[in-house]
């Protein structure tokens, strides 16, 4: 068979599904409801000079303290017969203007000291912030009150106050953040190419900052206009005959029995207006918040969505398979795109088994293993297809109560990172004890002799003196063994390790791997390894799944895939691997990216890359073939023996 050479094809561009910032605010449904009384009361108090409203400051004794619906008088007046209506218009557009612009001051300076405090660090850190404690040593509310009284009531001078006991909220805030960005590598790389710190602060740190300013004015823009109407309802803000939303109220407050409409109407005024405000403000931190972008607003439960598609299937499990997955298809939704990062994929995990799952970055194999036990975060991920059977019990079906008992005790997982597994906060003997007693209600000194001896089973010496060490204070290698510690905790019939060597030096790595050989050995644990090195995968592996683009591409024995790869791509992956003893061994690199999960092509993923790829390639889905007992490839022009030596 003859290799077509083709170029790799670029897929048109396809725009991007995720939902824009407004998209994602409107998405939020009491946000969306802040955000239209907002506007109405924004666009009402604006218009108040060209609507055919009385004059507020006209007094009419003789139709004081008329009841609302009176006629000429829809909300009717107050104690001197001005219309309620029409002052309380315009005291809200004043309340808005001294709410917006005190904030904008606080902001600005509050932001500008955190900036400064958090970047320049060391004596001009300690003289801004010490500053800032004296400020917030005193009660905000009497601070304000002493400002006022000092500069001399009027709504000016309670603006100038409300603005400064403000000013440390902003200050601390970004303060605590900038002192985090300034120690980060983007900023040294910045500094050591020649920019100055005035630039470094502004271009590098300001735009990391920004979302967080923003977020801190939308939620504090309510508290100015609630302190500003507390500073003119004890008098000390508007004065008449000039209104505002405190003053209306503090004009209310003798008559409150007599006409309890006259503090009624501004009062409802000042809860509808800082409602909206924080309603809107709750919102825009949630779209601002880069952990939410994903499509939902909502933060992911504890277990991955199953909603299967269709009827679920009859399956009868493998006798022989400990852990049994049929069909998985696992979907992320944002917004109105569907990422299909599994699709469709059977795997089978025998006692005492070890299946390799080989891949690049991206291709789906993660996602595969963490579906298993409800690991995706939903949103956005769903499970839409499949079983998954734990000694044929379908986990997928199972309930949230009974998941929960199954990991970590018939299931566990072995991370990549083990640092971000590990509780900082907590020392490595107090995590293991906890994971033991999580499933086997045992009295805490029995634990934690149970906890030294799976320390000693993985060979960490000094296993007591260990257990009171803190995660930073052990080695990776330390760190990744206390992790497969915890995974033995409850003797599991299968342990996912996913990537669990990748971060570790070549040594450590071979120790880790040997280990996990060796427990699997002698508990007779079936063991799912994930990996994108086959250099890896010859050393512990027994049978091998290579995945690309959410499916797999092919299966078989280790020794098989090695020796003899099917197709194009597992031989392109083993082809990256150096070989030890062969200098002169050209190491082959594959072209191109895998393709988008959410616009693949209609025939096989991989033919854009594969350089045997033909027009049938591209025709229609392609299955997997079966080549021998246990061994399958999903590709109509394999490759043979002669491709192979070629």
């Not at 299967?308 to 009859?314: A, F, I, N």
């Amino acid at each position: 068979m003859t290799a077509v050479e083709s170029a790799p094809i670029q897929p048109a561009r396809k725009p991007s599904g995720r939902p824009s910032a407004t998209r994602l605010l409107l998405n939020n449904t009491l946000a969306t409801a802040g955000l239209v009384v907002l506007a109405a009361i924004v666009l009402i108090a604006l218009a108040a000079p060209i609507l055919p409203l009385a004059d507020p400051d006209a007094t009419a004794p003789a139709n004081r303290l008329l009841r609302p619906l009176a006629e000429g008088h829809l909300l009717g007046t107050d104690a001197l017969g001005r219309d309620i209506l029409s002052r309380l218009i315009w005291g809200t557009r004043v309340s808005l203007a001294v709410g917006i612009s005190a904030t904008l001051i606080a902001a600005f300076f509050g932001s500008l000291i955190g900036l400064v405090a958090g970047y320049a660090g060391g004596r001009i850190d300690t003289v801004l912030m010490r500053g800032i404690d004296m400020v917030m040593a005193f009660p905000y509310i009497l601070l304000a009150l002493a400002i006022v009284a000092v500069l001399g009531p009027g709504l000016l001078n309670a603006l100038y106050a409300i603005a400064v006991v403000n000013i440390p909220f902003f200050a601390r805030n970004i303060r605590g953040i900038t002192l985090g960005l300034a120690r980060r590598e983007f900023v040294d790389a910045a500094r050591l190419s020649g920019k100055s710190h005035a630039q470094i602060l502004f271009i590098e740190v300001l735009p990391n900052v920004l979302p967080v300013i923003v977020i801190t004015m939308s939620t504090t823009v309510g508290w100015m206009i609630l302190e500003t109407a507390g500073l003119s309802f004890l008098g000390l803000g508007a004065q008449p005959p000039q209104a505002d939303l405190g003053s209306m109220l503090g004009d209310g407050r003798k008559i409150l029995f007599t006409a309890p409409h006259v503090s009624i109407i501004p009062g409802l005024m000042i809860f509808v207006l800082v409602m909206s405000i924080n309603l809107l403000g709750d919102g825009v931190r949630d779209v601002l918040d880069p952990r939410l972008k994903s499509g939902a607003l909502s933060r992911p439960v504890a277990r991955t969505a199953v909603m299967r598609e269709g009827l679920v299937p009859d399956v009868a499990p493998d006798p022989d398979a400990v852990l049994d997955v049929r069909d998985l298809n696992t979907q992320f939704r944002l917004g109105g795109d569907v990422y299909r990062a599994v699709g469709g994929v059977d795997m089978r995990v025998g006692k005492g088994e070890c299946l390799g799952i080989v891949g690049e970055s991206g291709s789906g194999k993660s996602v595969s293993a963490m579906s298993i036990m409800g690991l995706v975060p939903s949103p956005p991920g769903r499970i839409t297809g499949g079983v998954a059977l734990l000694e044929g019990e379908d986990l997928f079906s199972a309930s949230d109560a009974r998941i929960r008992q199954l990991r970590g005790s018939a299931v566990s997982h072995v991370f990549q990172d083990p640092l971000s597994t590990l509780h900082p906060l907590f020392t490595v003997g107090d995590q293991l004890v906890e994971a033991i007693r999580a499933h086997d209600p045992l009295p805490k000194a029995e634990a934690g002799r149970k906890a030294a001896e799976l320390l000693r089973i993985v060979r960490i010496p000094n296993p007591s003196e260990r257990m009171k060490a803190y995660p930073h204070e052990l080695s990776g290698g330390m760190r990744q063994r206390v992790c497969i510690a915890m995974a033995l905790a409850h003797d599991a019939r299968v342990i996912i390790a996913d990537e669990p060597t990748t971060a570790l030096d070549v040594t450590v790595q071979a120790q880790v791997l040997s280990l996990l050989d060796t427990l699997r050995a002698e508990r007779d644990t079936g063991i799912l390894f994930i990996t994108h090195d086959f250099g890896v995968v010859s050393a512990i592996c027994d049978r091998v799944a290579v995945m690309y683009a959410g499916r797999f591409v092919e299966t078989g024995t280790t020794e098989e895939i090695l020796s003899a790869p099917a197709h194009p791509y597992t031989a392109k992956l083993i082809d990256c691997v150096p070989v030890l003893g062969e200098p002169d061994r050209r190491l082959d690199a594959i072209e191109g990216r895998p393709p988008m999960v959410n616009d693949l092509p209609e025939g096989c993923a991989f033919a854009p890359r594969c350089p045997r790829a033909q027009a049938d390639c591209r025709a229609a889905p392609i299955g997997l073939t079966e080549l021998g007992e246990g061994r399958t490839v999903r590709c109509i022009h394999p490759l043979t023996g002669d491709d192979r030596d070629a």
